[in-house]
């Protein structure tokens, strides 16, 4: 770096500090980024012990329940419960509005509820204040006050000339005042980095993981680079206007539709060319093609009734009484293996449907940096829609393994014979049900997180690429804007 872009930088430092409207705003902000580490903090702290004291309880009844048939255990079920990342203090994503629990049952897949937007007022639509937001949203208003007449002013003063007179060129001054905005965002940045790696470490116990460790550098890193594209593009625009108040206007003006606007008509376009189906009709859908596969419940079942012939011949008796196994279990096992299959796959083509309405907004980001940090924040502080849908996966796969566990063990342990009226319900020992693991949701490994969020953070890059080009060749420009004085 030349030494004129650091006596520019420096001097955009301090005339940023020198004037009490700045300080004011600058103290405002630096309030509002606490407010929400703590306010994140607290979040945290409280949903996770609270879903951690839930998990133990459910754990607890499940071991506590006494002999019983494994089919009734296997429709007692299970509730299985979404742990929140140590970073998702500092995005919330979508963490207030996904479900957080979900119960498991045999036969039967549920939907995630209790969600925190089920139980909150109104207020909620208008968003919650997280750090991510205030970086995202408020920072560039900040930047934009600092550097909208960055140019502009010295062109309206005249000051201008005399600058580009004193062997000072355009990409100097373009690189000085983008360094000189940027150095006053990190000074409010910076110590919040501290205090977010303080936090973060505090509520991993002190345990540091290498996978969350890269999460947060990536996050600091995107954050930086996302401040850098703001400070360029709103010195290249104080210095492609004549006056102060039409740099600050076209801002402005910027803002309300790249950060308000446009990511509602992104989603709303989304959903227009990629509609998914109401819950009903999603529910109604597998209901019929799992009609079509038969009912495991009904002996008179033709599908079923096929399963039966063929074992009575396999084994060369008359009777599923005579079977070597429990014929009722097995029944189930089948059952439940169909109805799962059709199950995930409707699932999985509900979530494709989603993702694709999600590409259109990742897509935007090209147009849009907002956009593509909001969702590379949200992925690596996994309070995205992926973790989400890896939370179901995850579940469903544990739902089937339990309700398949309870099946086998009727097929082993239980008789085809039915008791008699004055005879005890059969039953098998209570010691089995710990052979049941618990629930442990698994965090995504942040290898695979990059790979889903490639064109998000390809489009960020882009940007980058772009914004320098910019101050590069911006000088054939902007030599042409003429002089007000």
């Known amino acids: ?169 355009w990409k100097q001054l373009l690189w000085g005042k983008t360094i000189g905005i940027i150095s006053v965002c990190l000074s409010i940045f910076l110590p919040l980095i501290l205090l977010t790696i303080l936090l973060w470490a505090s509520l991993s116990n002190w345990q540091i993981n290498p996978d969350s460790g890269l999460r947060l550098l990536l996050l600091i890193l995107c954050y930086s680079v996302y401040f850098f594209i703001v400070s360029a593009i709103t010195v290249l625009v104080s210095a492609y206007h004549q006056s102060s108040r039409a740099a600050l206007t076209t801002l402005l003006a910027c803002w309300i539709f790249f950060m308000v606007i446009m990511p509602r008509v992104t989603q709303a376009i989304g959903d227009k060319i990629h509609p998914s189906p109401s819950k009903i009709e999603f529910a109604n859908a597998i209901s019929a093609d799992i009609s079509k596969q038969g009912d495991s419940h009904n002996p008179d079942d033709t599908h079923y009734a096929s399963i039966k012939d063929s074992l009575l011949k396999a084994y060369h008796v008359d009777d599923v009484k005579k079977l070597p196994f429990n014929y009722g279990g097995y029944i189930m096992a089948e059952g439940e293996k169909i109805s799962s299959k059709i199950y995930s796959n409707h699932q999985r083509l509900l979530n494709a449907n989603f993702e694709e309405q999600n590409r259109i907004t990742m897509l935007s980001g090209f147009l849009n940096p907002y956009l593509s940090l909001k969702n590379i924040s949200m992925a690596l502080t996994a309070s995205d829609f992926k973790t989400f849908v890896d939370f179901q996966n995850q579940a469903e796969a544990y739902r089937y393994q339990l309700a398949q566990k309870m099946n086998k063990l009727q097929i082993d342990k239980m008789s085809n014979i039915s008791p008699g009226k004055t005879d005890k319900p059969l039953a098998i020992s209570r010691s089995n049900w710990a052979q049941q693991p618990d629930f442990n949701y698994k965090f995504t490994r942040l290898g695979t997180v990059l790979k889903s969020e490639m064109l998000a953070l390809t489009s960020l890059l882009c940007w980058l690429m772009a914004v320098v080009v910019m101050i590069q060749c911006t000088a054939r420009w902007v030599k042409t804007i003429p002089n007000q004085n």
């Open 1 to 169: 770096m030349s030494n004129i872009i650091t006596t520019i930088a420096k001097q955009t430092f301090k005339a940023a500090f020198s004037t009490k409207a700045t300080m004011a705003l600058i103290i405002l902000l630096g309030l509002s980024l606490c407010m929400a580490t703590y306010v994140g903090w607290q979040n945290y702290k409280s949903q996770q012990n609270q879903r951690l004291h839930y998990k133990e309880l459910v754990r607890a009844q499940w071991l506590a329940k006494p002999d019983k048939h494994p089919h009734r255990m296997a429709h007692y079920g299970y509730l299985a419960f979404r742990e929140k990342h140590e970073l998702s203090f500092f995005d919330f994503g979508i963490e207030s509005f996904a479900g957080v629990s979900i119960f498991l049952e045999a036969h039967k897949q549920n939907t995630v509820n209790f969600s925190e937007a089920s139980f909150a007022n109104g207020m909620l639509r208008f968003g919650e204040i997280s750090v991510a937001m205030v970086l995202q949203l408020l920072i560039p208003l900040l930047i934009f006050f600092l550097g909208y007449n960055s140019i502009s002013a010295e062109r309206e003063s005249g000051t201008l000339k005399i600058l580009l007179c004193q062997n000072v060129s």
